[in-house]
């Protein structure tokens, strides 16, 4: 299973960017896919998860601000995230069950 998520950068607060995650190795329409991220001194925590059947949840600190979406016929899952804070930055990891993940990919978010 691999799992490469690109997309992250540095931005200023009140900006978007865009993560996707290239899933292979896997039924990819049969997989719940999930985003993480990780702050420096923090844990590592869920920030949005989709399901086979598209269905979607969110952290509270980015509801109203990211989506996650997936598109079955490219095997990849995406992070629209707008209104970026800095609380924001992180380094953001794919998921997928049972415990596989990407490299992840640095989100910086200036004030």
């Known amino acids: 299973v691999q799992l490469q998520a690109s997309g992250g950068g540095l931005v200023q607060a009140g900006g978007s960017l865009r993560l996707s995650c290239a899933a292979s190795?896997?039924?990819?329409?049969?997989?719940?896919m999930y985003w993480y991220r990780q702050a420096p001194g923090k844990q590592r925590e869920l920030v949005a998860a989709i399901t086979s059947g598209a269905g979607t949840n969110y952290a509270d600190s980015v509801k109203g601000r990211f989506t996650i979406s997936r598109d079955n016929a490219k095997n990849t899952v995406s992070l629209q995230m707008n209104s970026l804070k800095p609380e924001d930055t992180a380094v953001y990891y794919c998921?997928?069950?049972?415990?596989?993940w990407g490299k992840g990919t640095q989100v910086t978010v200036s004030s």
């Open positions: 998921n997928t069950r049972p415990d596989y």
């Open positions: 190795g896997i039924i990819f329409s049969k997989a719940a």
